[in-house]
């Protein structure tokens, strides 16, 4: 008999293993509905099979903790009552073959998460990966994600206030997609996705159903061989101004007695909402497909389930809520139909043209999925990287900093961001080009600073070390601009885990991760995991990107990265690190891609923040910016070019390369003269290291060490260098 059903399981993307499992849990053979259903939310993009377990070492709890993993977004809590809701998830695969449509229907999908929670979106970010842009289909694939991301996000009216781009030659096949979504909601008033109260009605809101996006999150479960435009019809097509409709109403609903829960219809479409809503509340869910509002003849059972149409959400409601709530959503023009009610039952029961076409128990086909417990081995490449150090060159350092400001990996930004609209709302404090975005809580001197951030060569070359990097960098992003830290939501993407090595890292990784989230105090609440970022000759290096966001009690005490003008103290505070390994001067100068990753003293850094959260709350710095790719030195000309002022600088280094390019922490802040004594006071009596580097002045970029000039650059130069060079790059300009 199983050997019969093969190919049947097989094309629904389970094993035998879960076959048997399905079987084991029916107590009979699943139909074709059924075994599809069970197929889409069985697979990696909503089982977590692989990952599940490894999760767990995530720390999920805290005293602003309000809402962890589990539900379609995290909240921490802001003070006065405010919840501050946020996720992070992926759209990979789906931009890999349709940029716009794909890079689109992420942030629609991340927006709803938000919405769905009660929460009103304040604002947006994004995390995105390409191959090099010398390549055409690199440059096809980044204006269409950047434009579907513009467009959609724009036509909401929320506020897209930061992001990075990241370019390496093992996205080529595999870009990635990461979008990124905040939201304000008072405490009492947070919804949840769960379906309880035996008898209340289960309502389909929103946009009709098509047959778009169908089996979307098993595409989004394989890894990316075949030929892509065959991939075509698994990509959702998004509609912003329904979705803006859709959120005016959800938020007229906030406040509604008879909703019971809500759930936004995104991966797995209808299936994942019903059947995730039911085992939330424990409950059973009876649904009447012919009462759906469709848009397409003759649709099957199987395709109404599994479509991921957009801009669609479920609703549990009290049934003397229901006419209420089906006016408010006929206000804005959209239809709201009684599709099913809650049971006792267990199970979700489908109906469809007067048969029963399914019944799944809603525990089996949620929690059911035998999870994996793959083979780790080491990477050999880890050891043998770790190991590489460059010969010694004579460096002409002019050179190199015009090499390194003009990187794909370093240049402004400006091109992307200005796709967005980054001032809709006026709530926008901090911009998109500085080291974070922040938006402020109207009514309140209040703001929440937001951040994602990853280099992945940490992480690929020492897995562990390289996790608790990637934290470190949003959580100096955000004490740089002066905010305290709070907690993340992370979007871990990664390679096919089947593979041992791959794994390896998977694991490894999460650890690292999980290490600095206790140690910093910023708990993980949820986030994303997309695996099998993989294709035909490539695959990602492991990119944990990490969402970060914090909080200021007076957002007129933000700090920004650049010198505001000549005659600024400039500032090292703390330490550079004690290597070279992993850097971008290693990788454009030598060509090395590799080395020992610089050590980070997690006690130490929490000590330097509370120093930089101190300083500039007592309003004693002018700019600060962390030290990261690039080193001291790129840090130094990103504060001149934004400042529009030149600087001079006067070292005493037995190790110059060390001193300008090394990635290992630390920050590079300026005060004004007159602030200085205070500035060096504080810090010395704090026990944290400083050194006062030099000051700013004129329209150069002197650099000089034991009495050598080493850097001459005019700032004029290096601004066009370094504003110019992304949209060449577009433009198929080298």
Excluded at 227 to 255: H, I, W, Y
Excluded at 364 to 377: A, H, K, M, Q, Y
Aim: proline residues 5%; contains cysteine; glycine residues 12%.
């Amino acid at each position: 008999m199983l050997q019969n059903k093969t190919e049947n399981y097989k094309l629904a993307g389970l094993t035998e293993e879960e076959y048997k499992k399905i079987l084991e849990d029916l107590g009979r053979e699943p139909n074709p509905l059924e075994l599809s259903m069970y197929g889409v939310l069985w697979s990696e993009h909503c089982s977590y099979k692989h990952t599940k377990k490894l999760l767990k070492y995530f720390p999920t709890e805290g005293e602003r903790v309000v809402q962890g993993p589990g539900e379609n977004a995290g909240v921490l809590d802001g003070g006065e009552g405010l919840g501050i809701v946020f996720k992070i998830e992926s759209h990979n695969h789906p931009s890999a073959v349709e940029p716009y449509q794909g890079a689109a229907t992420g942030v629609g999908g991340i927006v709803r998460d938000i919405f769905s929670m009660g929460a009103r979106p304040v604002a947006l970010l994004n995390s995105l990966r390409f191959g090099p842009l010398d390549k055409q289909r690199n440059r096809y694939l980044m204006t269409g994600v950047v434009k579907g991301i513009g467009d959609y996000g724009n036509c909401l009216g929320i506020p897209d206030v930061g992001g990075e781009v990241y370019f390496h030659p093992c996205y080529n096949e595999n870009p990635l997609v990461n979008a990124m979504c905040l939201g304000l909601v008072q405490i009492d008033k947070i919804k949840k996705g769960v379906a309880q109260g035996v008898g209340n009605v289960v309502m389909l809101v929103g946009a009709t159903t098509g047959r778009d996006g169908i089996k979307g999150a098993s595409f989004a479960s394989a890894n990316l061989e075949e030929d892509n435009e065959d991939k075509r019809p698994s990509v959702q097509v998004g509609d912003p101004f329904m979705e803006k409709l859709l959120l005016e109403a959800c938020m007229e609903l906030v406040d509604n007695p008879y909703v019971v829960g809500v759930q936004d219809l995104g991966a797995a479409g209808l299936t994942s909402s019903a059947c995730e809503m039911a085992a939330r509340g424990g409950s059973g869910l009876e649904l009447d497909l012919d009462k759906v509002h469709v848009r397409e003849k003759d649709m099957s059972a199987m395709e109404i389930m599994l479509s991921e149409s957009q801009e669609r959400m479920l609703y549990v409601v009290e049934p003397q809520g229901v006419e209420e709530v089906k006016k408010v959503f006929r206000k804005w023009d959209l239809e709201a139909r009684e599709i099913g009610k809650v049971t006792d039952s267990g199970k979700i029961e489908i109906y469809y043209q007067g048969k029963l076409e399914g019944s799944i128990p809603t525990k089996s086909i949620v929690d059911g999925v035998p999870l994996r417990n793959p083979l780790r081995e080491k990477p050999k490449y880890i050891e043998e990287k770790g190991k590489e150090t460059p010969k010694d060159l004579e460096l002409n350092y002019n050179e190199v900093l015009r090499k390194l400001i003009s990187d794909e990996n370093i240049c402004s930004r400006k091109w992307v961001y200005s796709c967005y609209d980054y001032m809709v709302g006026n709530n926008t404090v901090l911009r998109p080009g500085d080291t974070v975005g922040a938006v402020r809580i109207q009514g309140t001197t209040k703001a929440i600073g937001l951040t994602v951030d990853c280099n992945p060569l940490y992480p690929y070359l020492e897995p562990y070390h390289g996790g608790k990097m990637v934290v470190l960098e949003s959580y100096r992003n955000l004490v740089a601009a002066g905010f305290q830290p709070l907690g993340i939501t992370n979007c871990l993407n990664y390679p096919n885990p089947e593979e041992p090595e791959n794994y390896y890292v998977l694991e490894q990784s999460i650890k690292g991760i999980a290490e600095a989230c206790r140690e910093l105090n910023t708990p993980v609440t949820g986030g994303n995991v997309s695996l099998y970022n993989q294709g035909v000759d490539t695959k990602i290096y492991p990119t944990p990107v990490i969402g970060m966001v914090g909080l200021i009690e007076d957002y007129n005490k933000c700090v920004t990265t650049s010198f505001k003008g000549e005659g600024e103290v400039i500032y090292l505070v703390g330490e550079i690190g004690d290597s070279l390994g992993g850097s971008i001067f290693y990788k454009k100068v030598y060509g090395v891609e590799g080395g020992k990753l610089p050590n980070v003293d997690l006690i130490k850094e929490k000590k330097l923040a509370k120093g930089i959260l101190e300083l500039v709350d007592k309003g004693l710095l002018s700019s600060a910016t962390d030290i990261s790719q690039g080193g001291l030195s790129i840090a130094l000309l990103k504060c001149c070019i934004k400042g529009k002022v030149g600087a001079e600088l006067i070292l005493d280094s037995p190790d110059l390369n060390l001193e300008l390019f090394a990635e290992g922490g630390g920050y590079l802040v300026s005060a004004k003269g007159e602030l200085a004594s205070q500035v060096e006071e504080y810090l010395t009596g704090a026990a944290i290291p400083w050194k006062r580097l030099g000051e700013t002045k004129g329209d150069e970029i002197l650099i000089k060490n034991r009495g050598e000039r080493v850097v001459h650059l005019g700032l004029k130069e290096v601004a066009i260098l370094w504003e110019t060079a992304l949209e060449r790059m577009i433009s198929g300009v080298r």
